[in-house]
């Protein structure tokens, strides 16, 4: 073959490619299959033909495709805003902390009969009215069956929830008529079928064959929600347009709302500030408090109320230890006089640029907020004073405390610890770890900072993980329980962490043993007495301190002007009320 | 050659099974795990934990988990439900007959990911290297041709800006400029779009599809050019000084002959290995690009893979992208040969 034809050859390859190449680009990229068949509507008669309203539109934009539509898998934390799109369950919190019913016509309590405990042997059941109105997209009608059947396939699948453990049986009385009998009192009753993760599937619709974790409805749901997924595609965008079989009459309001998946933060406000969304979800905080201040069309808006706390978790432990005490951090008065060295106030305005709320209780949110435990003082002098008190002092010059008649270390060890924070949060996370660090070194602390992670600071023991195998000194992020009631959040940090086989109890201290003690007594139906044996945690908790809470960090997001009634929540995802937005032209 | 062939792919398979076992390895022995973001709520009770790992088939020794990945478990029976019975076959087939596992965070299968996202990557990065080569192959030859000229130092300069430039940031200054200064005259609206890969809920429309390229192919091509012209304009220095060339000139062929027929179709040689080995990025992705501009490309699955510690998609992607740097060497040497009658295979 001669050299000439040898480079034809290669051109036709390389051109080949290359078309290829934009044939592929240009195919057209839908994945979710046809929607199921809709419910018969009448067509209405002849009427004059007026001009159709302009379709309603709003973009949301969000950091990461969601996994799929439920809450129960490693997710990205969407999706149960996608969720709420299309799937209900049989009650909800209101921005207020109060439930209110979805797919149930009342909450089941014990003045209205719905909850019922028998007082010798605790079991309790609580029966649930189901409406008699609600259809799935394909009309289908919502009833009891769905019900058992997502928890049956939950249990399948091995999904735990916090009431799990507690139910003892699901019985359907009608169509829709659910009794759910507890083997002991549960105070999260109300949302073992409900809050932010659960959602009730459709028996007749979902492949049960391939199971909770496989089926088709994580990708494909049939809809009982407001709206009905359109189009998904990966990495992408989802289009939910409305459900016309929708029980509340005439919502939602919105035709279209589209998620659009944006990575990159500054891309996101810039298309923001283009008006080419109308969402910006969970903005940075110098983003959040530029939708504020430039008032170009944009504005924010936070929960009333919040769930995440920023915590600095103390090991009371030796690094990696189960017994050896650590050197100062096991001295509650070296704990006290930390937490006395941190301007909270300054952290929140100035690097928080105003998102945040200062905390100094676990129990900081209504309805259990009101145990009276006083807020610290920041007080460098006090810090200094309590550390000498506990053994702490400088007294060569070099700024770094030496052990003088200190508890649990040897005279002359130099008082340093390894400071540790997650690296998922962002810059805002770090300043405030520098800034703690810089007041800890005034008071004698000297701290080596470092970032984790999350993959690496709470993964297990065995996997190379470093705050289960207790192997940190201090550390700071980010936490909370979502709905109303903390006893399962109490219960996985103090009670499980007396069982674990892990070291969990090196940062929660002394207090570990006597308020997982307590906790067996918040499992009554009697309100008044688990708000006297929360108060007694909260003042055990201030006592010992394990850990010390910082602030609270708001959810925030960033919304075009034109957006109303958006009301963001603690208690639920944004997306719980989307049926209610409007948009202004 | 096809002994040749035959040879080397014969030989590709230990060292593939030597880079399954290092990747497999290195991926594994990271620290963290992927269960990380159940235990920090702390609602891992063991009895979970151990149902996950079960599940996601992390409860077995690494060696163990190592042959399940490469050969599957149909051949072996398993304990399903987790009550230490073995109680029926696996259901893995394992990366040898195709079976590449499931994603840890969406539990489909990882052949099914990937395929979602590599045609993207490759629509994207395709354009990106034709646009490189119709720009970079007349600046590296005319910079070469006209050595020490204002139009070679022009390009010298701006090459080295291409490659100094860090192509994250370049990205975020397109999008400032293009998408958030620039209007088009006529609709008022952005001058061009600030990422994803085409208008959502629009109409296939050709011109849409440019649009959307036009920032990333820039962002992605700067470098890539900077580095190509650089190249070619090495490689023709060398060979327009050569005997041959002047032996060509002396015969009296035009300047256009010997430069084109002569000079750059040898120069072109070394470029085509190159381009052989930058094009396993098509499949591994380009991850600043994807990120900055919503390219929902290999790039971020590779990217969220790594840091969520979703093994299977994270091992899929690494192995397969290392079977084909492989293949891609293999398909040089072969040009390098075909195009180069000195070179012979042995």
């Not at chain 1, 083997?183 to 064959?209: L, S």
């Not at chain 2, 696996?90 to 052949?111: A, C, M, N, Q």
Request: glycine share 8%; net charge negative.
């Amino acid at each position: 073959m001669a050299r000439l034809g040898k480079y034809k050859i290669l051109t036709l390859m390389v051109t080949l490619f290359f078309v290829a190449t934009f044939v592929i680009g240009c195919a057209t990229q839908e994945t979710v299959d046809e929607p199921p068949d809709q419910p018969v509507v009448d067509e209405p008669a002849d009427e004059p033909a007026d001009e159709p309203p302009a379709k309603t539109s709003i973009t949301i934009l969000i950091y990461a495709n969601p996994a799929e539509f439920h809450g129960f898998n490693i997710g990205s934390g969407l999706e149960e805003a996608i969720g709420e799109m299309v799937m209900l369950s049989l009650a909800e919190i209101d921005p207020d902390g109060n439930f209110y019913p979805e797919l149930a016509t009342e909450i089941p309590t014990l003045e209205n009969g719905g909850v019922v405990m028998d007082e010798e042997t605790w079991v309790t059941t609580v029966t649930w009215h189901l409406r008699d109105d609600i259809y799935w997209e394909d009309g289908e009608q919502v009833n009891v069956d769905d019900v058992i059947f997502t928890w049956e396939a939950m249990q399948a699948a091995e999904v735990w929830t916090a009431s799990a453990d507690s139910i003892e049986s699901l019985e359907k009385v009608d169509d829709f008529t659910l009794i759910v009998t507890y083997a002991w009192p549960e105070p999260e009753y109300v949302t073992t079928f409900g809050g932010e993760n659960f959602f009730i599937y459709a028996e007749h619709f979902c492949d049960a064959e391939e199971g909770y974790w496989t089926w088709n409805c994580n990708s494909e749901p049939l809809s009982a929600g407001p709206y009905v997924l359109e189009e998904w595609v990966t990495d992408d965008h989802l289009t939910f347009v409305r459900n016309e079989n929708y029980y509340e009459e005439g919502k939602p309001y919105i035709d279209e709302v589209i998620f659009m998946v944006v990575p990159e933060e500054s891309v996101k406000r810039a298309i923001m500030d283009e008006g080419d969304a109308d969402v910006h979800y969970w903005p940075a905080e110098n983003h959040a408090i530029s939708y504020q201040e430039e008032g170009n069309g944009t504005k924010w808006a936070v929960s009333p109320t919040d769930r995440w706390v920023m915590k600095l978790f103390f090991n009371t432990k030796a690094w990696g230890e189960e017994e050896t005490p650590h050197a100062f951090l096991a001295d509650k008065r070296v704990r006290h006089a930390l937490r006395m060295a941190i301007d909270v106030d300054t952290i929140i305005e100035d690097i928080f640029l105003g998102f945040g709320k200062p905390v100094w209780t676990t129990f900081f949110r209504p309805p259990f907020n009101s145990c009276g435990i006083p807020r610290p003082e920041f007080d460098m002098a006090g810090a200094a004073a309590l550390l000498k008190e506990a053994g702490w002092e400088d007294t060569d010059g070099d700024g770094v405390n030496e052990c003088h008649g200190c508890l649990y270390a040897e005279e002359g060890d130099l008082m340093t610890a390894e400071y540790v924070i997650w690296s998922g949060y962002g810059e805002t996370l770090e300043f405030a770890q520098q800034f703690i660090a810089e007041a800890w070194a005034d008071i004698g602390l000297q701290t080596e900072l470092s970032m984790l992670e999350d993959a690496v600071l709470w993964a297990s023991p065995d996997e190379g993980g470093t705050e289960l195998a207790g192997k940190f000194e201090i550390d700071m992020w980010d936490s909370g329980y979502s709905g109303v009631d903390p006893t399962g959040w109490l219960w996985d940090y103090f009670y499980y962490a007396e069982e674990s086989e892990w070291n969990l109890a090196n940062w929660t201290g002394e207090a570990a043993e006597e308020v997982g003690a307590l906790i067996d007594e918040l499992y009554t139906v009697d309100e008044d007495y688990r708000m006297e044996v929360f108060c007694d945690m909260a003042l055990i908790l201030e006592e010992e301190l394990p850990y010390v809470e910082l602030f609270s960090t708001l959810e925030q997001f960033g919304l075009s002007d034109r957006l109303q009634g958006v009301k963001p929540t603690t208690f639920d995802i944004l997306t719980w009320n989307v049926a209610d937005w409007t948009v202004t032209e | 050659m096809g002994q040749y062939i035959v040879r080397r792919l014969l030989q590709a398979i230990p060292m593939l099974l030597i880079v399954s076992i290092v990747l497999f390895a290195l991926v594994n022995l990271a620290p963290g795990g992927p269960l990380a973001q159940y235990t920090r709520s702390r609602r891992m009770t063991e009895e979970r934990r151990e149902s996950l790992m079960r599940q996601f088939g992390l409860d077995k020794p690494l060696p163990v988990q190592y042959i399940i990945w490469l050969a599957g478990n149909d051949w072996m029976e398993v304990d399903t439900d987790g009550d230490g019975v073995k109680d029926s076959y696996g259901t893995r087939k394992g990366i040898l007959r195709g079976d590449f596992g499931f994603s840890f965070k969406t539990r489909e299968p990882v052949l099914k990911e990937i395929w979602e996202r590599l045609p993207n990557t490759f629509y994207l990065l395709g354009i990106t290297m034709l646009i490189t080569g119709l720009i970079a192959i007349p600046i590296g030859i005319l910079s070469a041709i006209k050595q020490y000229s204002a139009f070679d130092i022009t390009a010298t300069t701006l090459s080295f800006m291409g490659q100094a430039i860090p192509d994250f940031w370049f990205g975020l200054i397109l999008i400032l400029i293009f998408y958030g200064t620039l209007n088009n005259p006529i609709t008022g609206k952005a001058l061009l779009p600030s990422g994803g890969m085409a208008t959502i809920g629009a109409d296939f429309d050709i011109w849409d599809r440019v649009k959307h390229l036009i920032l990333p192919v820039t962002m992605g091509m700067v470098g890539w050019v900077a580095w190509y012209s650089r190249f070619l304009r090495s490689s023709m220095l060398e060979i327009i000084n050569l005997d041959y060339i002047r032996t060509a000139r002396a015969k009296g062929q035009s300047e256009r002959k010997v430069l084109y027929k002569h000079a750059f179709r040898n120069a072109l040689i070394p470029l085509v290995t190159m381009f052989a080995l930058d094009f396993p990025y098509i499949f591994t992705g380009y991850v600043y690009a994807e990120l900055i501009f919503s390219w929902p490309g290999m790039g971020r699955l590779y990217y969220s893979s790594a840091t969520a510690r979703n093994y299977p998609v994270l091992l899929g992607v690494l192995i397969i992208g290392a079977a084909l740097v492989i293949l891609c060497n293999l398909l040089a040497d072969i040009a390098y040969a075909y195009l180069d009658p000195r070179v012979r295979f042995e």
